[in-house]
């Protein structure tokens, strides 16, 4: 946890109780919609649905890690204690898709999860990583996680666009799981 990042949030007037409710806003290049500027750094912006903004200093996913809590078995179904990471990230890849205007592949968000599970503190030429790495890092700002739990975490997001994948060119992941959440 980063208290530091709780408080900024708070001060804000953003609710760190739920972070599900919260989520990385996608920036746009200001000439070109259809591409996006990905995040860079330490700073990324926090909004919740009401519009409200606000930017905070992330810690590196590997300072984050708090506790050495072992994870539940999530081949199934995650616990509903996980839910709130689960949907950050989810909402987060969501948005993305719909800011772009086309989903991702199924390929593509297992390739991101994995390497988000392998370097966590990496870096990736798609965009969209920088987006996820910053959900996830906002989250483990507001909520005690494990090394563990948190490589378990992103294992059953992969899990779940593996188990969507039908053939080369699937989009079934972004179809079923994220769009209902972009637009609900």
Known sequence: MDWDVVEQLKRGGLDVRRPEVLQ????????EQDRVIPLEGEEAPVA????RIVTVRLKPISRLWTGTAVPPDMTREPPWQYRP????????AAVYCAAMGRPELDSEFDRLYRQLCRWPDGHDDHPLFSYLRAAARLYMSLR???QAEFETMIQRLRQSAQHFFTHEGSINYAQVVLYPLAFA
């Open 144 to 146: 005690a996680v494990s």
């Open 85 to 92: 990471f689960f949907l950050l990230l989810e909402t987060t």
């Open 48 to 51: 919740d649905y009401s519009g």
């Open 24 to 31: 990385i806003p996608i920036r746009h290049h200001s000439r």
